[in-house]
């Protein structure tokens, strides 16, 4: 099983944003990942805007949309956390650009740090 490493202020917001029954589908779903298995219970998919080996957790809740992302193929052999947020965007279904922007940044530090 590989270890699940959150970044501080992704972990700061799922405590925060996601409520209680989100967070227990969310864990168990890295704890898929980690175990090398994809979740079927949960909508995952690749997020290749921020980079190949970055995924993404959706999860509804009363209405509301949480996404997890976490970096897949990270330093260590490990699964990253890189971030965690409560969907706000009025767009529809795409990930609000400022989220973007920041995963994007996140993602290319981590992969920095690998190397």
Sequence with gaps: MRRVV???A????FEK????????????ALAQLAAGLWPGDLAVRWMTEIG???AQITADDRGDTFRTVV???GP???LWVIGAFK?????????PGAELDTLKERYKLLMRNMT
């Design 17 to 28: 944003e996601f409520p209680d029954g989100v967070k227990a589908d969310v864990l168990n």
């Design 87 to 95: 969907k706000k965007s009025k767009s529809g279904r795409a990930t």
């Design 10 to 13: 992704a972990l700061k917001r």
């Design 6 to 8: 959150w970044l501080k």
């Design 71 to 73: 970096v897949v193929k």
């Design 76 to 78: 260590d052999d490990s």
């Design 52 to 54: 190949p080996s970055a």
